[in-house]
């Protein structure tokens, strides 16, 4: 959506209140989205200027606010109603897209699913987060990135911890949860580095993992642990 209203990229939805056949309402939803940015301080360093057919603003958004939704969200409150309510549903409309598009390619994490059964069994044997790094550096097929993360940020007044692989996939990762076990949606390297760092002490990593995976085990009777 950033890059979309910063013109590095093209908008995936027509933005609300605006048609495709009248791009002038289009420039003139952007012009005002930027302004809006500015005033909550997620576009610095604006620049005021005359651009072919009209006035003409710029600026830049730093890194860590790229995709940081709650920010956007927090920031969003302190706009006026009309721009407030245009840019949410701007943001809605995207994401409505970004989730349909992952759900058709595969790649759309569930987080946790609930199921209803009777008997719930596991097939094969369960493996240790330390044992599946063990086994990609033993076969030397272990890429300097993988091994365990460590959010940068808290969350419930906690940091999280991940296993990471890189997948067949160059420059995505496979993630491993200890309260889920491996996600669906693979991590590309640039979010893996922006939300977590990599821990090198293996023995903080493992006491992080499980004290995760105990905290996650006692959150309800109906939450099955699959990765310890």
Same mark, same amino acid.
């Given at each position: 959506?950033? +890059?979309?209203?910063?013109?590095?990229?093209?908008?995936?939805?027509? =933005?609300?209140?605006?048609?495709?056949?009248?791009?002038?309402?289009?420039?003139? /939803? !952007?012009?005002?989205?930027?302004?809006?940015?500015?005033?909550?301080?997620? &576009?610095?360093?604006? !620049?005021?200027?005359?651009?072919?057919?009209?006035?003409?603003?710029?600026?830049?958004?730093?890194?860590?606010?790229?995709?940081?939704?709650?920010?956007?969200?927090?920031?969003?409150?302190?706009?006026?109603?009309?721009?407030?309510?245009?840019?949410?549903?701007?943001?809605?409309?995207?994401?409505?897209? %970004?989730?349909?598009?992952?759900?058709?390619?595969?790649? %759309?994490?569930?987080?946790?699913?609930?199921?209803?059964?009777?008997?719930?069994? %596991?097939?094969?044997?369960?493996?240790?987060?330390?044992?599946?790094?063990?086994?990609?550096?033993?076969?030397?097929?272990?890429?300097?990135?993988?091994?365990?993360?460590?959010?940068? +940020?808290?969350?419930?007044?906690?940091?999280? /911890?991940?296993?990471?692989?890189?997948?067949?996939?160059?420059?995505? /990762?496979?993630? &491993?949860?200890?309260?889920?076990?491996?996600? !669906?949606?693979?991590?590309?390297? =640039?979010?893996?580095?922006?939300?977590?760092?990599?821990?090198?002490?293996?023995?903080?990593?493992?006491?992080?993992?499980?004290?995760?995976?105990?905290?996650?085990?006692?959150?309800?009777?109906? &939450?099955?642990?699959?990765?310890?």
């Amino acid at each position: 959506m950033y +890059r979309g209203i910063m013109e590095q990229d093209s908008l995936p939805v027509v =933005p609300p209140g605006c048609s495709s056949e009248k791009p002038d309402t289009i420039q003139d /939803f !952007i012009l005002k989205a930027k302004a809006a940015l500015v005033s909550v301080g997620i &576009v610095r360093d604006s !620049i005021l200027g005359n651009g072919k057919y009209s006035v003409k603003l710029s600026g830049r958004i730093i890194d860590s606010d790229m995709h940081d939704v709650g920010r956007f969200l927090n920031r969003l409150l302190g706009l006026p109603p009309d721009i407030q309510n245009r840019l949410f549903e701007l943001f809605v409309s995207i994401l409505d897209v %970004l989730v349909q598009n992952a759900r058709i390619e595969g790649n %759309l994490d569930y987080g946790i699913v609930y199921m209803r059964a009777n008997i719930v069994e %596991l097939e094969g044997t369960p493996k240790f987060a330390s044992t599946m790094l063990e086994e990609k550096q033993k076969d030397g097929l272990s890429p300097a990135n993988d091994g365990f993360y460590e959010s940068k +940020r808290e969350w419930l007044g906690r940091c999280h /911890f991940i296993l990471a692989f890189e997948s067949t996939t160059s420059g995505m /990762f496979k993630i &491993v949860r200890p309260a889920i076990g491996e996600s !669906i949606r693979e991590m590309p390297l =640039p979010e893996l580095k922006n939300k977590y760092r990599k821990m090198s002490s293996l023995q903080k990593a493992h006491s992080g993992w499980e004290d995760e995976y105990e905290v996650s085990s006692k959150q309800g009777n109906d &939450v099955i642990t699959v990765c310890r």
